[in-house]
């Protein structure tokens, strides 16, 4: 998984953001759940200790206070409720306690006095031995004879940690849950939001300089995507126009070049053949006549080029044995290896049947092995070889020679690239005939690769399609009788 890319970031963005909306609701909502409880619970123990402070100051000008327990404990038992009521007296005498609650969860003895005296109503939550709280009220209250008295009531708060810890434990459920939907549900929406994006991708990598009148789909969105497709296709637009412009201009080129060069390679060979020409003459002319001769192989070159671009090749394709070609290829360029006392081999015994320009891949067999044979040293070897593998058709031409750096490596098949200038002028070498085995090999959608070490040699692997297995099998059947 990219991390980096749109599609993750968006998703995680959108994943974080619901998940992180999702825990401050859920965190408000805990506080004011808490909120809410905790001031209900008070509420109802600031009222049950105004009610006891009523009844002190009913029946104590009455009865006096030796009653007061007795009252509280038959209207309100608290031990019977699980409560707590203490009344202390202005001076901090403890008029009244009441009894341990039956299921003896708190000692209302322990329960620390309030220090909040003086100060009218007020809540506290009181620590238990176990951890637990005690919700504790208070209210002071002044009789006709000016006694005072301090009435605390208070209740575990045993109901409100439960409703707290449920919610709690309901969110921790729930909060995975909408981690995953969110993430499942941002997937799906950015997947969806991004596939005209995927299709843009996907038809600007089948676009190359073979096919730049094919154009990009629009999504009919009206948003930024569609405005970025016009866009895009525009731009494509007008770079077939540039590649249609470039094109015709080197056909035409080398087109109106090939006349006056071959009237000019004429006028030399007759001059050099002119039995009165003074020998240094002929020497200088000699040496103009190989200039013409290598400006010449440019321009064909160029103009093999220009009608590789413009769709030659697959005009004229037939069904035949590679290996065949191949074999009888390498044997013409044996006698060219001889003069370096090269020897030229070749392991093409299975037929492996293809479907292109004849002509034109025997000239991607001729230009490797040229290649391969100028730059081998003398008493070196060549191997060419073709096979099947893969359902491709497999032709490699290696060789023992000089081989080719590695940072020249990448651009061996750019047009008049030379790994060595100098000593490629020597050969004859221009840089095109590497261009035109990867237009050839393109036009017949197929690759070629080069891989080498210097000093050890070069390995060129041209890949191409196979034929129909049916004519696979028609052509073999042929080429065994």
Not at 106 to 113: E, I, K, L, R, S
Not at 391 to 409: C, F, M, T
Request: one cysteine or more.
């Amino acid at each position: 998984m990219n991390t980096r890319s749109l599609r993750f970031q968006l998703v995680a963005w959108y994943g974080v953001l619901l998940t992180g909306c999702f825990v401050l609701i859920g965190a408000a909502t805990y506080v004011a759940l808490q909120s809410s409880l905790v001031g209900a619970l008070k509420e109802n123990q600031l009222r049950r200790a105004r009610q006891i402070g009523q009844l002190l100051l009913e029946k104590i000008p009455l009865q006096g206070e030796a009653r007061v327990g007795d009252e509280i404990d038959g209207r309100y038992a608290p031990d019977l409720n699980d409560r707590f009521v203490r009344v202390t007296r202005g001076d901090g005498g403890l008029l009244y306690v009441s009894r341990s609650p039956k299921d003896r969860n708190f000692v209302p003895t322990a329960v620390p006095p309030s220090t909040e005296t003086g100060r009218g109503e007020t809540a506290r939550q009181a620590p238990l031995p176990d951890g637990r709280k005690l919700l504790v009220t208070a209210c002071e209250v002044q009789t006709p004879g000016g006694a005072r008295y301090l009435i605390e009531a208070g209740a575990p708060m045993d109901d409100v940690q439960a409703h707290l810890r449920q919610w709690l434990r309901f969110l921790l459920v729930v909060l995975p849950v909408v981690a995953v939907v969110a993430l499942g549900g941002g997937s799906l929406l950015v997947k969806r939001a991004l596939w005209p994006v995927d299709k843009i991708a996907a038809s600007a990598e089948r676009i190359s300089s073979q096919n730049l009148s094919e154009r990009l789909p629009v999504a009919r969105t009206g948003d930024e995507l569609e405005r970025l497709s016009i866009a895009l296709n525009h731009m494509v637009q007008r770079l077939d126009e540039a590649f249609q412009y470039s094109r015709r201009f080197m056909a035409d080129a080398s087109h109106e070049l090939r006349t006056p060069l071959t009237v000019l390679r004429g006028e030399l060979e007759s001059f050099i053949q002119e039995p009165t020409l003074a020998p240094e003459w002929r020497e200088q002319l000699g040496s103009a006549l190989e200039e013409v001769e290598r400006l010449a192989s440019i321009v064909e070159g160029l103009f093999a080029l220009s009608r590789l671009d413009a769709g030659e090749a697959a005009a004229e394709w037939v069904k035949f044995d590679l290996a065949r070609l191949a074999a009888a290829t390498a044997d013409q360029m044996s006698l060219l290896a001889e003069d370096k006392n090269i020897q030229v081999t070749c392991a093409a015994a299975q037929p492996v049947w293809v479907e292109g320009d004849q002509a034109r891949l025997k000239q991607v067999v001729v230009n490797l092995l040229d290649n391969a044979i100028k730059y081998t040293l003398q008493g070196g070897t060549v191997a060419l070889t073709v096979s099947a593998l893969d359902g491709k058709a497999v032709l490699e031409v290696a060789d023992n020679g000089i081989g080719i750096p590695a940072e020249a490596l990448p651009r061996v098949f750019d047009r008049f690239f030379r790994v060595d200038k100098a000593r490629s002028r020597e050969l004859g070498g221009a840089g095109l005939g590497l261009s035109i085995v990867k237009s050839i090999c393109t036009a017949h959608h197929g690759r070629v690769e080069a891989s080498s070490l210097p000093g050890q040699g070069s390995r060129f692997r041209v890949e191409l399609p196979l034929a129909a297995p049916s004519t696979n099998n028609q052509k073999k059947h042929e080429h065994e009788h």
